[in-house]
């Protein structure tokens, strides 16, 4: 299928016609009446660093080198100084093997790991808080008149959720124009691939957005913080210990961003507010329906 106006902009969209992504079944209606539906898959990967067995996660499994690096570099597995020579996936083993030139200090991480609240269960191995410590994001201003514009555009890009549901989706932005688009069945999985993909290909994170579809817990926060990315905006809601780690970062952190509305509950200092809301269209109805999952 031919990429749509939504999708010709973005560097990595999302991929609804890729079949092996989801799956049609058969079921019933409220009426009793035979329907069917398009559901998404999820299967296991499971991620080496070298040798060793790091961790096994629940994803829809497009894009694995990209999973597979971003989680190692949010987890502190991989820093700017090791280097990467190999990345080696095998569908049918369901395994992706991440090679690098010298042995990496990971023994320590993996003797502490705690389960996060995020969907599908994310991992965090080590201390959640370790790299936060004086850590400083750019100063980076953004537009509201940007941010207006990205929510826009992606809310009408076609999607795995607005095929399927059950998904959730983190999108890199630059100014007003969304670049990455990852989707997973769990927040974290489909923001480690856009970390991957930025460690990959050796992007920039200073003047960028991260924008997530999902709830702005404290592991988004923290990956986004520890991605050096200064802006995180969401159309859902926050958590209190997200809301803290953000002020103590200086993270900018907007929520509950619908139509002409958003709230501020962090980094106000680097908001431009260059446009009256009164004159966005307050189109929050018309475009990415609301679902239980969204919050």
């Known amino acids: 299928m031919a990429p749509t106006s939504q999708t010709t902009d973005y560097l990595i969209a999302p991929q609804p016609s890729n079949k092996g992504l989801t799956r049609v079944v058969q079921g019933t209606d409220h009426t009793g009446a035979a329907a069917e539906t398009s559901v998404v898959?999820?299967?296991?990967?499971?991620?080496?660093?070298?040798?060793?067995?790091?961790?096994?996660?629940?994803?829809?499994?497009?894009?694995?080198?990209?999973?597979?690096?971003?989680?190692?570099?949010?987890?502190?597995?991989?820093?700017?100084?090791?280097?990467?020579?190999?990345?080696?996936?095998?569908?049918?083993?369901?395994?992706?093997?991440?090679?690098?030139?010298?042995?990496?200090?990971?023994?320590?991480?993996?003797?502490?790991?705690?389960?996060?609240?995020?969907?599908?269960?994310?991992?965090?191995?080590?201390?959640?808080?370790?790299?936060?410590?004086?850590?400083?994001?750019?100063?980076?201003?953004?537009?509201?008149?940007?941010?207006?514009?990205?929510?826009h555009k992606i809310n009408r890009t076609p999607s795995l959720y607005l095929e399927a549901g059950a998904i959730h989706g983190s999108v890199l932005c630059q100014g007003d124009r969304p670049l990455v688009y990852m989707e997973d069945v769990g927040r974290h999985n489909a923001v480690d691939k856009i970390a991957g993909w930025m460690f990959d290909t050796k992007t920039e994170a200073a003047d960028k957005v991260l924008y997530t579809t999902g709830r702005?817990?404290?592991?988004?926060?923290?990956?986004?913080?520890?991605?050096?990315?200064?802006?995180?905006?969401?159309?859902?809601?926050?958590?209190?210990?997200?809301?803290?780690?953000?002020?103590?970062?200086?993270?900018?952190?907007?929520?509950?961003?619908?139509?002409?509305?958003?709230?501020?509950?962090?980094?106000?200092?680097?908001?431009?507010?260059?446009v009256d809301p009164a004159t966005v269209p307050d189109d929050a109805k018309k475009s990415r329906r609301k679902s239980a999952g969204d919050d």
């Open 216 to 274: 702005l817990t404290s592991e988004m926060v923290i990956k986004t913080a520890l991605m050096g990315i200064p802006v995180l905006a969401s159309r859902s809601g926050f958590t209190a210990w997200g809301v803290e780690i953000a002020q103590k970062v200086g993270l900018t952190l907007i929520g509950r961003m619908r139509g002409q509305r958003f709230i501020c509950l962090s980094g106000e200092d680097r908001l431009i507010r260059d």
């Open 41 to 151: 898959e999820e299967r296991p990967l499971t991620i080496f660093l070298n040798s060793r067995e790091i961790v096994t996660a629940m994803t829809i499994g497009d894009y694995p080198e990209y999973l597979a690096l971003g989680f190692l570099r949010n987890q502190g597995m991989l820093s700017d100084a090791d280097v990467v020579t190999g990345i080696d996936f095998d569908e049918e083993l369901e395994t992706v093997v991440v090679r690098t030139a010298k042995e990496t200090d990971h023994e320590d991480k993996l003797k502490k790991k705690t389960r996060t609240s995020g969907c599908a269960v994310g991992t965090v191995f080590g201390d959640m808080m370790e790299g936060l410590e004086g850590l400083t994001l750019p100063p980076t201003q953004a537009r509201t008149s940007d941010l207006y514009a990205l929510a």
